[in-house]
T-cell receptor
Framework: DTAVSQTPKYLVTQMGNDKSIKCEQN?????MYWYKQDSKKFLKIMFS???????INETVPNRFSPKSPDKAHLNLHINSLELGDSAVYFC???????????????FGPGTRLTVL | AQKITQTQPGMFVQEKEAVTLDCTYD???????LFWYKQPSSGEMIFLIY??????QNATEGRYSLNFQKARKSANLVISASQLGDSAMYFC?????????????FGTGTRLKVLA
């Protein structure tokens, strides 16, 4: 009964490769996000999608391309990986307005990406 | 300018004592939300507490309370009766925008160490 799941949990790859991280939520939320957490633990939003539509794209290189096939899934594809892409990537989801007041985000467990 | 400022990179507290983690924010929105998350060494992001900008009472959740001072734009987290398991990174976050286009901005975090 995992709420927000990500695969893989760890990803080790060489510079220049292309890789994908998958995210799924079973909470029925409308909005999903990708965050990057660097080695100093700074958490920065990369993208958000609402009902499969891109809402936020925060000055992220074009090598990063999110894809949302349906509102329960938000995948992140990264082309031509660079050393600086090494980080933990978190997927999150949140409801839009409705009966829930908080609209807090539910986070996935994170994917630790290491680029060699 | 930083929208969320956490001025304490690290804090120590003795077990069973209370500790306050500081957070100040900057927004021109009238409606916004403030959140605290805990990130233990295992890496997951755990939602702790929420305060809405229109809430007149300070939020409380068990041993967590949020000291909300709107005029000063501060939203400090108070943890009472600290436990060893409270040792973790703590992030303050602010939600801006409107339903469907929410954006969450995180502070740089405070690393809390509870001493036995």
């Amino acid at each position: 009964d995992t709420a927000v799941s990500q695969t893989p949990k760890y990803l080790v790859t060489q510079m220049g490769n292309d890789k994908s991280i998958k995210c799924e939520q079973n909470l029925g939320h409308d909005t999903m996000y990708w965050y990057k957490q660097d080695s100093k633990k700074f958490l920065k939003i990369m993208f958000s999608y609402n009902n499969k539509e891109l809402i936020i794209n925060e000055t992220v290189p074009n090598r990063f391309s999110p894809k949302s096939p349906d509102k329960a899934h938000l995948n992140l594809h990264i082309n031509s990986l660079e050393l600086g892409d090494s980080a933990v990537y978190f997927c999150a989801s949140s409801p839009t307005s409705g009966s829930l007041t908080y609209n807090e985000q539910f986070f996935g467990p994170g994917t630790r990406l290491t680029v060699l | 300018a930083q929208k969320i400022t956490q001025t304490q990179p690290g804090m120590f507290v003795q077990e069973k004592e209370a500790v306050t983690l500081d957070c100040t924010y900057d927004t021109s929105d009238q409606s916004y939300g403030l959140f605290w998350y805990k990130q233990p060494s295992s890496g997951e992001m755990i939602f702790l507490i929420y305060q809405g900008s229109y809430d007149e009472q300070n939020a409380t959740e068990g041993r967590y309370s949020l000291n909300f001072q709107k005029a000063r734009k501060s939203a400090n987290l108070v943890i009472s009766a600290s436990q060893l398991g409270d040792s973790a990174m703590y992030f303050c976050a602010m939600r801006e925008g409107s339903s469907g286009t929410y954006k969450y901005i995180f502070g740089t975090g405070t690393r809390l160490k509870v001493l036995a």
